[in-house]
């Protein structure tokens, strides 16, 4: 599956690239493409293109606040999750979700 994502916490210095990088890896690992957009205090980092979100599957939006550009995923399946949990078991939050989409369709 292609899956693009959200990664944010509300400092945005740790939780928010160590999620990215374990969202991932664990994606490249389950054989999905997985690619993970950064908010937080430097900004927008790994910023989303309109192409990338009309390929994929679902959005995960990794955060338990608001995010920037959160329009852009309408008409998109989206599916929030804690931000901690997606660095602590990243490959299961991904199985659970790709479930959930597949399971919706």
């Known amino acids: ?13 740790a939780h928010t690239p160590m999620a990215a990088k374990a969202l991932e890896k664990a994606g490249s690992k389950l054989g999905h493409q997985v690619r993970i957009e950064q908010q937080g205090s430097m900004g927008q980092v790994n910023q ?3 192409q ?3 390929s994929a599957d679902f959005v995960l939006l990794a955060t ?5 550009g959160q329009e852009r995923f309408e008409g998109k ?7 901690v949990t997606c660095i602590k ?10 479930e959930a989409v597949s399971n919706k369709s």
């Open 64 to 68: 338990d606040q608001k995010i920037t």
């Open 1 to 13: 599956m292609k899956i693009v994502g959200i990664t944010s916490c509300p400092a945005g210095l």
């Open 77 to 83: 399946k989206q599916i929030r999750i804690n931000i």
């Open 89 to 98: 078991a990243p490959e299961a939050v991904l199985k659970k979700c790709v």
């Open 52 to 54: 990338e979100i009309a």
């Open 48 to 50: 989303l293109t309109e």
